[in-house]
C-alpha cells in the first residue's frame, strides 16, 4: 500500500511540493483573504465584493490538492485553458468554471452588473445640468488619458497600458470589459486592482479634497430646489437616442451601452417587475459571483506575474489624476459660474456611481452643514459613467490598430 | 511612446467632442419639449411657449 498521512492533508501537502517562492505567496494570499473578510466584515472596503472575495481567495489558495501527473491544483477554477477538449473536460470538473467560461470570458458578467447600475441610475440630475456634468466627468477623466502614455514608457504592451488606464474611469465592469478584450492575459490583475482600489476611493478621496479645496470653498451652498424637472418621457427618449447613437460611434462597446440603457429605458418606462429583478437579483447576484470568482482567480501563478506591482502602481496613479483632474475641473466650474457652484462636483465627475457623488456631499457637509450638493454631485456621476464608456470604446477600436 | 501620446490625446479629444455633443441633444430635447408643453417654473406653473 503507497498510503502517506499526506495523502489525507494535500491542502499542507501541496505546500511542499511547489517551489518555495509559489509557497510563500500562497500563504501570503491566504492571508490577505482573512484581511479582505475582516475588512468586509467591518465595512471598511465594500463588503458586497470582499466577503466574496475573500472566501474566493481563502478557498482556492488552501483547497490547493494533489492532481493528475502529480501537479498541484485547485477544484475552482483554471483560467488558463483554451484547448476546447481540456475544456470540456474541466467543466466537469471545476465548480467555477461554468460561470468563468459563459459569463466572465466574454464580458457577460460586466454586462448583467452594467443592467442592474442602469436600472438604479436616476438621469434626472444629468439632464438637469448637462453640460457642466459632461464637462466635470471629462475632467476627472484625466487618469484614463495620463496612464496610457505612462503605462507604454514603464514598459507594458499598449493595450496592457489602456487595460489599466481604464481603471481612471472608477466603473469596475468597464475596466473588465476593457482588459478582456485588449489585454485577456492581464484581464484577472487589472480587475482585481480596479475593484480595490474603487473599494477604497470612499476612504482615500477626501485626503485628496482637503488636499487641494481649501474649506471656504468646499462649503459653498449650492440650491437644491433649482434643479429642473425632467419627466420620465425625456428621460426615456434621451436613453434610447443617446444609446443608439453612442453604438452607432463605437459599436466594440455597444453591448456595454445596450446593458446599461436598458437598465435606464425599463426604470424610465416604468416596468416595475424588471427594474426589481435588475437591481435586486440580477445586480446582487452578479456582484457575489463576480467577488467570488475574482478571488478564486487570484491564485499564487496570477500574483507572481512580474506586472502585477506595476500594475498596482499605474492603477493608483490613474484614479489619483482622475481626483485630481476632476477637482480642478470643478474649479473651473467655480471660477466661471461666478462662485455658484461647489467645485466638489468635479470629485463626483470621477464616477463610482454613487460613491464619489457621496464622498463629494460628505466633504461639503463637514466644512458648511448647509452644504447640501448630493442632487447636482449626481449629474457628474452619472455623467461619468458616459465618458467612461466612450473612453473604453474608443480605446477597445483603436489600439488593435496600433499594435 | 509617442503614438500612444499621440492616440491618449486624440482620444481626449473625441471624448470632449462626444460628450458636448450628448449635452446639446439634452438640451435640444429641452428646447423641443418645453415648446411643445410650455416651459414649467419652480412653483409648478406653466408658460405657454
Request: glycine share 10%; aromatic share 10%.
Amino acid at each position: 500500500m503507497g498510503f502517506s498521512i499526506w495523502d489525507f492533508f494535500q491542502g499542507l501537502y501541496t505546500f511542499s511540493l511547489t517551489e518555495p517562492k509559489v509557497a510563500a505567496v500562497r500563504f501570503v494570499l491566504i492571508l490577505a483573504g482573512f484581511i479582505f473578510l475582516y475588512l468586509g466584515y467591518r465595512r471598511i472596503l465594500e463588503p458586497f465584493l470582499m466577503i466574496p472575495m475573500g472566501i474566493g481567495m481563502l478557498g482556492v489558495n488552501t483547497g490547493v490538492l494533489v492532481l493528475e501527473a502529480g501537479k498541484a491544483g485547485n477544484l475552482f477554477v483554471d483560467p488558463l485553458l483554451s484547448d476546447p477538449n481540456q475544456l470540456i473536460s474541466i467543466l466537469q470538473v471545476n465548480f467555477l468554471q461554468p460561470v468563468y467560461n459563459f459569463t466572465f470570458s466574454n464580458g457577460l458578467i460586466a454586462c448583467l452588473i452594467f443592467m442592474g447600475i442602469g436600472a438604479i441610475t436616476d438621469l434626472d440630475y444629468l439632464m438637469a445640468r448637462p453640460l457642466m456634468s459632461m464637462m466635470l466627468a471629462i475632467g476627472a477623466e484625466l487618469g484614463t488619458i495620463l496612464v496610457l502614455p505612462i503605462g507604454v514608457a514603464s514598459g507594458l504592451h499598449i493595450n496592457e497600458a489602456a487595460s489599466i488606464a481604464l481603471v481612471g474611469g472608477a466603473d469596475g465592469p468597464m475596466v473588465m470589459y476593457g482588459s478582456l478584450k485588449m489585454a485577456k492575459e492581464l484581464f484577472v490583475p487589472i480587475t482585481v486592482v480596479a475593484y480595490l482600489y474603487l473599494s477604497v476611493c470612499y476612504v482615500g478621496y477626501p485626503y485628496l479634497i482637503k488636499l487641494l479645496i481649501p474649506k471656504r470653498l468646499r462649503g459653498v451652498q449650492m440650491d437644491p430646489l433649482a434643479v429642473r424637472e425632467v419627466s420620465p418621457a425625456k428621460k426615456f427618449a434621451f436613453a434610447v437616442i443617446i444609446m443608439g447613437i453612442l453604438s452607432i460611434l463605437f459599436p466594440v462597446a455597444a453591448p456595454l451601452f445596450a446593458s446599461f440603457f436598458l437598465g435606464v429605458a425599463v426604470k424610465e418606462a416604468g416596468l416595475t417587475r424588471f427594474v426589481e429583478f435588475l437591481s435586486g437579483p440580477l445586480l446582487y447576484g452578479s456582484t457575489l459571483f463576480l467577488g467570488l470568482v475574482l478571488g478564486a482567480l487570484l491564485s499564487s501563478e496570477v500574483i507572481l506575474n512580474s506586472n502585477v506591482l506595476l500594475l498596482l502602481g499605474l492603477g493608483m496613479l490613474a484614479l489619483l489624476l482622475s481626483g485630481i483632474g476632476g477637482l480642478l475641473a470643478g474649479l473651473i466650474y467655480y471660477k466661471l459660474s461666478k462662485k455658484k457652484v461647489n467645485p466638489l462636483l468635479g470629485i463626483a465627475g470621477v464616477s463610482c456611481v454613487p460613491t464619489t457623488a457621496k464622498v463629494a456631499q460628505k466633504c461639503a457637509a463637514e466644512s458648511n452643514v448647509f452644504a447640501f450638493i448630493l442632487p447636482y454631485a449626481m449629474g457628474p456621476c452619472v455623467a461619468g459613467v458616459i465618458t467612461t464608456a466612450i473612453i473604453t470604446g474608443i480605446y477597445v477600436s483603436g489600439i488593435p490598430h496600433l499594435l | 511612446m509617442v503614438k500612444s501620446i499621440a492616440f491618449a490625446f486624440a482620444t481626449y479629444g473625441v471624448a470632449i467632442i462626444v460628450s458636448i455633443f450628448t449635452a446639446g441633444i439634452i438640451e435640444l430635447f429641452y428646447l423641443i419639449f418645453n415648446r411643445k408643453e410650455g416651459k414649467k417654473t419652480r412653483d409648478g406653473k406653466v408658460e405657454k411657449a
